[in-house]
């Protein structure tokens, strides 16, 4: 079976889903997305999801051409045409086709956003056996521009970090700017020592994670104590333990930084019971 995919109001076969060679996409990243995970079926984090997504649109005066009630049913639609029970559905807004190259921004009632949508599909996406191994990171400079809370697809140097990594023998890298991390290639990143998890602060230096924000809320529910500051790869290499979070990874423990191992390589019990409390609690809340 073909993967079905939706483009502009249509659900076609992968194959015959196209888009402009003039779209704003595609010759200037000019594009938001976001990545949203399917478990049992089930979308999960719709509404923080979609908020986001207003915002990003929002902030690059781009706008959405449908409604959020809209898009929750192409979501729907996809994870049923697809039989989708574990993976990711991705979707992605540009400024368009306006038919040619210009850096202006084109009148939005001549050229209508671009909106397509499609499914990944990650048999054992929540089983993953990685969590319980546990994953490397390195460290490299932040070098991105200064608008990350809005997630655009400019995802040129986060794909040259993961390369960097992997020639490295690592998983990923985690961003550092003015001696304190960032984020994650495509996660946030926490560490945990003396039983408190420490994050870094909201702000434009990062993307508001969907994944972060639900895991801090089942974290305090826990009484978890969490400190919302950057901190510095140093740091990190002397906590009890690190993770990072994302929709497509839930809560994924980190056992080694710049070749520094963090208890003793192995996964700790913080990062595990983060990632069990995030899978239950977002499983009874999928729509
Ligand atoms: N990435 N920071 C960055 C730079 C990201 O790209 C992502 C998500 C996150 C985590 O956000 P969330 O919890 O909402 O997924 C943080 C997605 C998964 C991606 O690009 O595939």
């Known amino acids: 079976m073909s993967r ?25 990243a ?26 990003s649109l929002r902030e690059l005066d781009m706008a959405l051409p449908v409604t959020m009630d809209e898009l929750l049913t192409i979501h729907r ?7 989708l029970v574990e993976g990711m559905i991705y979707l992605q807004v540009t400024r368009g ?61 986060p794909s040259m970090g993961k390369m960097m990594a992997k020639k490295a023998g690592a998983d990923d890298a985690w961003m550092v700017e003015d001696g304190f991390v960032t984020e994650g290639t495509s996660n946030n990143v926490y560490i945990v020592k003396d039983g408190k998890i420490i994050t870094r602060q909201l702000s434009q230096d990062i993307l508001h994670g969907i994944t972060r924000a639900a895991v801090l809320r089942y974290a305090a529910e826990a009484q978890m104590e969490v400190v919302e500051r950057a901190f510095t790869i140093a740091e990190a290499q002397a906590a009890d333990e690190a993770f990072f979070t994302s929709a497509s990874a839930f809560v994924m423990p980190v056992v080694e930084i710049d070749g520094v191992a963090l208890s003793e ?9 983060l990632r069990e409390i995030y899978l239950d609690e977002s499983r009874k809340t999928a729509i």
């Not at 249509?10 to 200037?28: C, H, K, Q, W």
């Not at 000019?30 to 908020?51: N, Q």
């Not at 639609?77 to 039989?83: G, I, K, P, Y």
């Open 265 to 273: 390589g192995k996964v700790g019990p913080v990062a595990t019971r």
């Open 77 to 83: 639609e996809l994870v049923a045409r697809n039989e």
């Open 97 to 157: 086709n306006p038919g040619d190259r210009d850096f202006a921004f084109p009148d939005p009632a001549a050229t209508p956003s671009t909106l397509v949508l499609f499914t990944q599909s990650k048999p054992g996406l929540a089983d993953n056996p990685v969590a319980k191994k546990g994953i490397k990171v390195i460290s490299i400079e932040d070098i991105r521009w200064g608008r990350r809370d809005i997630k655009t697809v400019q995802l040129l140097y």
């Open 30 to 55: 000019d594009g938001v997305y976001e990545v949203t995970s399917v478990l049992d079926g089930k979308i999960l984090e719709f509404p923080g999801h979609s908020a986001r997504l207003e915002r």
């Open 4 to 28: 079905i995919v939706y483009v502009n109001g249509n659900y076609l076969p992968e194959e015959e889903a196209t888009v402009s060679i003039f779209d704003r996409g595609f010759l200037m």
